[in-house]
């Protein structure tokens, strides 16, 4: 089978200091349909950067980028990309900022909002839709950016560690409804995080990224139909740790 995306040494480098700094390094990475991949590494490794590679927000100094066969390095609004914030416009409100993506591409509006109707109770915002996102918590601020990204109709999502600002009882619930959209919508997604027991519970395969310059150097396959023990969650977790922490 062929994977849905393949990413063939990239390198990039910014400049700090009015000097080059290299923040990725021969970056390799495939994925399958479907699948759901954790990224876990050092703050300041290049995560980001890679997810913003991925989505074309910026081009690799070398290396190539292909979906579904083609090639899309440098090009945006093909895959679906969620940043840490939820950047919904305060002055619109739950189905205008959704519509977004959609008027961006000039899409059907009607057809859009149908859709929206049918996902609202996939994405627990029913009674929702007229509210301000001063008036949602954040866990629906959250899925409500979530739904927006998910009406740029990309198959494959790019999620930049979407609940790190939440509190921890609302992280466990999204994190489990996390998992059901991706199921239920058949999507594959690609998950940026510091939690490495989110990235145990939601993923089938985790990959480990060293300290800069970044570069997967260790890669986890998970069963997600066979849940893991107690012991073995607390196994792997430190020996993930470990990797962080040694930064490889």
Same mark, same amino acid.
Not at 1 to 20: C, D, N, T, V
Not at 203 to 222: A, E, N, Y
């Given at each position: 089978?062929?994977?849905?995306?393949?990413?063939?040494?990239?390198?990039?480098?910014?400049?700090?200091?009015?000097?080059?700094?290299?923040?990725?390094?021969?970056?390799?990475?495939?994925?399958?349909?479907?699948?759901?991949?954790?990224?876990?590494?050092?703050?300041?490794? @290049?995560?980001?950067?890679?997810?913003?590679?991925?989505?074309?927000?910026?081009?690799?100094?070398?290396?190539?980028?292909?979906?579904?066969?083609?090639?899309?390095?440098?090009?945006?609004?093909?895959?679906?990309?969620?940043?840490?914030?939820?950047?919904?416009?305060?002055?619109?409100?739950?189905?205008?900022?959704?519509?977004?993506?959609?008027?961006?591409?000039?899409?059907?509006?009607?057809?859009?909002?149908?859709?929206?109707?049918?996902?609202?109770?996939?994405? @627990?915002?029913?009674?929702?839709?007229?509210?301000?996102?001063?008036?949602?918590?954040?866990?629906?601020?959250?899925?409500?950016?979530?739904?927006?990204?998910?009406?740029?109709?990309?198959?494959?999502?790019?999620?930049?560690?979407?609940?790190?600002?939440?509190?921890?009882?609302?992280?466990?619930?999204?994190?489990?409804?996390? @998992?059901?959209?991706?199921?239920?919508?058949?999507?594959?997604?690609?998950?940026?995080?510091?939690?490495?027991?989110?990235?145990?519970?939601?993923?089938?395969?985790?990959?480990?990224?060293?300290?800069?310059?970044?570069?997967?150097?260790?890669?986890?396959?998970?069963?997600?139909?066979?849940?893991?023990?107690?012991?073995?969650?607390?196994?792997?977790?430190?020996?993930?740790?470990?990797?962080?922490?040694?930064?490889?």
């Amino acid at each position: 089978m062929q994977p849905i995306l393949r990413a063939e040494h990239l390198y990039k480098s910014f400049l700090l200091a009015g000097k080059p700094q290299l923040i990725l390094e021969d970056v390799n990475f495939t994925m399958e349909e479907e699948g759901f991949v954790s990224v876990v590494g050092s703050s300041g490794c @290049g995560k980001t950067t890679f997810l913003e590679l991925l989505a074309g927000i910026t081009k690799p100094d070398k290396g190539e980028i292909y979906y579904q066969g083609e090639r899309i390095t440098g090009k945006t609004g093909l895959l679906g990309y969620m940043p840490q914030d939820d950047l919904l416009f305060p002055w619109l409100n739950v189905q205008e900022n959704v519509l977004i993506p959609v008027r961006v591409r000039n899409g059907d509006i009607k057809a859009a909002k149908a859709r929206i109707q049918e996902l609202l109770p996939v994405f @627990g915002l029913e009674g929702h839709i007229k509210h301000m996102p001063y008036q949602l918590s954040g866990g629906l601020r959250q899925r409500a950016a979530f739904l927006r990204t998910c009406m740029m109709e990309a198959k494959l999502l790019l999620l930049d560690e979407p609940f790190a600002s939440l509190d921890a009882i609302t992280r466990i619930q999204l994190q489990n409804w996390l @998992g059901y959209i991706a199921r239920e919508l058949k999507l594959s997604i690609i998950l940026v995080t510091h939690d490495i027991e989110e990235a145990i519970n939601l993923s089938d395969t985790i990959m480990v990224m060293r300290k800069q310059p970044g570069k997967f150097v260790c890669s986890f396959k998970l069963d997600r139909s066979n849940k893991m023990n107690e012991m073995e969650v607390l196994k792997l977790k430190k020996e993930i740790l470990e990797l962080v922490a040694n930064g490889v």
